[in-house]
Each structure stands twice: as structure tokens, then as C-alpha cells.
């Protein structure tokens, strides 16, 4: 007959037999009985998994243009002909003195306080610059430039449009004095 210690023995070898074949090995394919279910792609609620048809534009998208040139040309300040010019240009002054201030200085003469650690920006009050339309400043500050960075993802479009006010309002002084 069995004793004990043989059937104790037989369920310690049966165990560590049973470990030992549970390894999980990645590099053997897995049976599975619906694998269209188990691996299908993952939906986010409310979502479509078709990609949009090419060259189409979202209803919602800001469309740049190109160039510096193309952005002189047709874009123009919403804020040019407003009541309330004293609100944009103080709300443009506030933003002026977050984003620009510290590069192009306080009368945006490009004597900011980091000019002694980095190349000197413009002068933005020198007649080459008072030339430029909106536009111009506007896609200068939305991708940057050589030196300057691009804030168009810190500053939203009506911000940078307060902050061309605000430049054209310095200006504008500039040219008085």
C-alpha cells in the first residue's frame, strides 16, 4: 500500500511539475478562440476609426499662411478699429510684458534684460519695422524667427493680436517724441 510520505512526495513532485510547465513564454503563439475580439483595435468613446480624407480641414482649424510675405499681405488686426482701444492696449501691455518684455525690452528697443546672455533682438521702434503690417508681427511671434521662439502654443491668436496693438501703440509714441 502507499504510505505517507509517498503520496506526500508524489503532490510535492506534481506541484513543481505543474510550476514549472506555467512559464510564460512570448515567443509561442497563443491559441485563442475569437482572436478578432481579444486584440481589436480600442475605441475611445464617441470616436471614429476612419481617418479623415486627405487634404481635408477640420471645421474648427486655424489656417496659417505660408509665408511671412503671404501673412503681411492678408492678415489684419481685429483690434484696429474697436471702442474700447484702452482695454486691448492695457490687456496687449500685460502680455507685451510676460512674452516680450524681457528680450525686446520695456519701448521694445531690444535692450531687454537677457540681451547681455543672448543675441540682441531688433529694434522694433526703427522705421523698418513701423513699415510692417500686423501680419508680419503676427506670423513672427506665432513661429518665431532665427533668434526668437515660436509662442504661437503659449499665446492664443487673440492675445497676439492684443500684443500687436500694444507694439503699435509704443510705436506710435515712439514716432510722436
Known amino acids: 500500500m502507499f504510505s505517507i510520505k509517498k503520496i506526500l512526495f508524489g ?28 486584440d481589436g483595435p480600442v475605441a475611445k468613446v ?23 510675405e503671404e501673412a503681411e ?37 531690444g535692450n531687454g534684460s537677457i540681451v547681455h546672455k543672448f543675441p540682441r533682438p531688433p529694434n522694433l521702434m526703427e522705421e523698418r519695422y513701423k513699415e510692417k503690417a500686423d501680419g508680419f508681427f503676427f506670423y513672427r511671434i506665432t513661429f518665431g524667427s532665427a533668434l526668437m521662439p515660436s509662442l504661437g502654443h503659449a499665446i492664443d491668436a487673440e492675445e497676439r493680436w492684443k500684443i ?14
Open 11 to 38: 503532490c510535492i513532485f506534481a506541484t513543481l511539475f505543474f510550476i514549472g510547465a506555467c512559464e510564460d513564454d512570448r515567443t509561442i503563439t497563443k491559441l485563442q478562440y475569437m482572436p478578432d475580439m481579444a
Open 73 to 109: 499681405k492678408f492678415l489684419l488686426s481685429p483690434f484696429n478699429n474697436v471702442e474700447n482701444k484702452a482695454v486691448v492696449l492695457k490687456e496687449g501691455a500685460h502680455l507685451f510684458s510676460l512674452f516680450c518684455k524681457h528680450c525686446h525690452g520695456p519701448k521694445a528697443e
Open 46 to 68: 464617441g470616436r471614429s476609426f476612419l481617418l479623415p480624407p486627405e487634404g481635408s480641414v477640420a471645421y474648427n482649424a486655424i489656417i496659417y499662411p505660408k509665408t511671412i
Open 164 to 177: 500687436i496693438a500694444h507694439l503699435r501703440d509704443l510705436q506710435e509714441k515712439a514716432h510722436e517724441s
